[in-house]
């Protein structure tokens, strides 16, 4: 093996993140519940706790209006807060102080304050975690301006961006699909950064283009990959970043392809794809060759028994369906 | 018994036709006057009705939607309830029962069908991508059927039309075919226009003008494209030669001016005077009214006129029917009808079909002298030039000079179907009906 590339999970390589930035500065320090000793329920922050102290990796109570007020008032005076949501459905309960303080600080401020602050939480549909533990939510925060909002979908860019999202002055949310966790893949052991707001085409392909959004994106590599056995060239753009939406890289591919499918397992309206697809439409609508498709999880609350759960997120099989449809337009 | 259901044929000089789309499902219980399918003609669709009743079966082997086919080919049988589909060869003779409109126009019974045609289905549905490989590639979409799944056309047809077209050619040369990239004509319009011959350099830069894509130039509309397409069409295999003759109309002008001195509603206009005097003079020389084919000519017993009508979207020629049947009252009937549809873009594809001679008026705009192209297989055009107050020899044998109406008239005429001498006996004749209007007082 390259000695510069080993593999990670993708949980380790965000944690190795973390804690390149907490040793690098010492103004981060990590929120959450079950994050100190324990390490995360879905060890985020194995091991930290020992090494950064209690100061550094601190466990809350379950307030999190409470505790992401704190980290408010943390960051206006200069520290870089991680707040750990761990499942992101949690986030509900500070959309307040994040919608109405966070999101419009540095505009109320005239930029004098800065938002450093990053929101991190495990999204998605998987291990019958049911209806209360399985939202992705993102659209709401590409809809309120003031956020930045990463999906990533392998080790190497959870790595890059969470260090990324850590170094901005903008409020980042960073959200880790619960099914990717586990995902190995190759990670430099030199320290990198990712760049936000990029999407990243991860198969060229020149018949149709796929966006796919976290999880999706193996789903959608694995379905273009089955179709070009019979002769299907199938593009597939992991979208990554959801706001800033990269409209450029999307454009590009569909200039390329003229055929557009959005593969994602939140709900469909007023989506990420119903975003994307309005983009598409207004500054590439000559690019088309077919109506704009989309492929959404079932816009349901999200069941708990295993057969129902599978039933609810678009399958490898559904992105081969929509893309053959698609093409058949 | 099975009836056939064929390729019918939109006007006079269609041989085949573009099977645009089945409006009936096989297996569709019909009745006559269901729409049955749907057929591409020059400047429209029309959607051809069933005229018997029964269950529709389209054999697995017949023609698909976007085949072009030959009048009178199989398409359909029209069955009766638990009946089996005929194996043997078609019976032609059923045939005619079947088909419908286009040899019938006087017909009113199909109007509302085609009024339904002209407005939703003229211009099938394409992706703005493919109207925009369109027009890079100089296709004409609005002839091809769309691949897409709701038959809607998308790249892929109209690059596989650019090929078509491009290989549709027999040869052109390498200078033309630079040329041709230069000025942006694309293959498919010359092989639309120069159907079956080597393209030359000539050629191209006819047509190039029109084709050049500019940043100011305003595009075709589809209408004026097909103008385009058949005047050339008409220059590149007629041999037009003009003829022009200046007439003594102050009779006509006071036969005229007596029918609005009594009072008259509908005074005929010039239009149909001549239309009047036209159908008897191509009576008396029926060659003038003959449709010229690729290699001979068909004799019209029916004298079906068709009249120069400008309107915001370009010149349009819809047809007066059976003519020479007709009196000065029908006939101002008939043209007042079609002007104002014409005005308004109510005209069907029907209306503009299957004339055997043309009338073009260019007097009121103060011309006296021109040469119309003739329509596609017309043996000949004739333009009414002004009328114009002026001295002339009134009366030669009494040498009496004074002040009459003179009228310039134009003839144009395809010299591969008939030679000077016919012509002008027949333009000779037309002035003697227009100057002694009684001549025709009892035909």
Known sequence: MNASLRTLTFTEAAREGLAEEMERDSSIFVVGEGI??????????????????????????????????????????????????????????????????????????????????????????????????????????????????VVPSTPHDAKGLLKTAI??????????????????????????????????????????????????????????????????DIEVIDLVSIAPLDTATILESVAKTGR??????????????????????????????????????AYVPIPYSPPLEQAVVPSQDAVVKALRDLLAE | MAVEVVMPRLGWTATEGVLKEWLMPSGASVKPGDVLFAVEGDKAVEEIESLDGGILHIPPDAPQPGDTVPVGQLLAYILEDGEEPPTGPSDRASTQQVVIQADIPALGAVSTVADRSSADHVRPAISPRARKTALELGVDWTGLQGSGRTGRIVERDIRAAAAAHTSGILSISPVARRLARELGVGMDVLAKAFPNVRITVDMVQQLGAAAKPQEDAIPFTPTRRTIAANLTQSLARSAPVTLT???????????????????????????????????????????????????????????????????????????????????????????????????????????????????????????????????????????????????????????????????????????????????????????????????????
Not at chain 1, 193 to 213: K, N
Not at chain 1, 274 to 282: D, M, T
Not at chain 2, 399 to 417: E, N, P, Y
Request: hydrophobic content about 45%.
């Open chain 1, 167 to 232: 170094r901005s002055d903008d409020p980042v949310l960073f959200l880790e699909h619960k099914l990717l966790l586990a995902t190995r893949g190759e990670v430099p052991s030199e320290p990198y950064l990712e760049p936000l707001g990029r999407a990243r085409v991860r198969r060229s392909g020149r018949d149709a283009t796929v966006v796919a959004v976290g999880v999706m994106t193996p789903k959608a590599v694995a379905a273009a990959d089955s179709l070009a056995e019979s002769g299907h």
């Open chain 1, 36 to 149: 100190g000793e324990r390490g995360g329920n879905f060890n985020t922050t194995l091991g930290l706790f020992d090494r950064f102290g209690p100061s550094r990796i601190r466990d809350t109570p379950i307030t999190e209006r409470g505790f992401v007020g704190m980290c408010t008032g943390a960051a206006m005076a200069g520290a870089r807060p991680v707040v750990d949501f761990m499942f992101l459905d949690f986030i509900l309960d500070a959309f307040g102080e994040l919608v109405n303080q966070v999101a419009k600080i540095q505009y109320m401020s005239s930029g004098r304050l800065r938002m450093p602050m990053v929101l991190r939480g495990c999204i998605g549909v998987g291990g019958s975690a049911a209806t209360h533990h399985s939202g992705n939510y993102y659209p709401f925060f590409l809809h309120q301006p003031g956020f930045k909002v």
């Open chain 2, 245 to 443: 003759t200046e007439l003594n109309a102050t009779e006509l002008v006071r036969l005229r001016d007596h029918l609005k001195a009594d009072d008259r509603a509908d005074v005929p206009t010039y239009n149909d005077l001549f239309l009047k005097i036209s159908a008897h003079a191509l009576l008396d020389h029926p060659v003038m009214n003959a449709t010229v084919l690729e290699d001979g000519v068909r004799m019209n017993e029916q004298v079906d006129i068709g009249l120069a009508v400008h309107t915001d979207r370009g010149l349009l020629v819809p047809v007066v029917r059976h003519v020479h049947q007709k009196n000065l009252g029908q006939i101002h009937a008939d043209t007042t009808d079609l002007i104002a549809r014409a005005q308004t873009g109510r005209l069907k594809g029907l209306d503009m079909q299957g004339s055997t001679f043309t009338l073009t008026n260019l007097g009121a705009m103060g011309v006296d002298h021109f040469t119309p192209i003739l329509p596609v297989g017309h043996t000949a055009i004739l333009g009414l030039g002004r009328i114009t107050v002026k001295p002339m020899v009134l009366d030669e044998a009494r040498q009496d000079i004074g002040v009459g109406h003179a009228m310039a008239l134009s003839l144009v005429f395809d010299h591969k179907a008939v030679d000077g001498a016919p012509a002008a006996e027949f333009l000779q004749r037309i002035r003697q009906f227009a100057e002694r209007p009684y001549l025709w007082l009892t035909l």
């Open chain 1, 260 to 297: 557009l499918l959005i593969a994602d397992e939140d709900y469909q309206p007023c989506g990420v794809g119903a975003e994307i697809s309005a983009r598409v439409c207004a500054d590439g609508f000559d690019l088309l060759d077919a109506p704009v498709a989309r492929l959404n999880g």
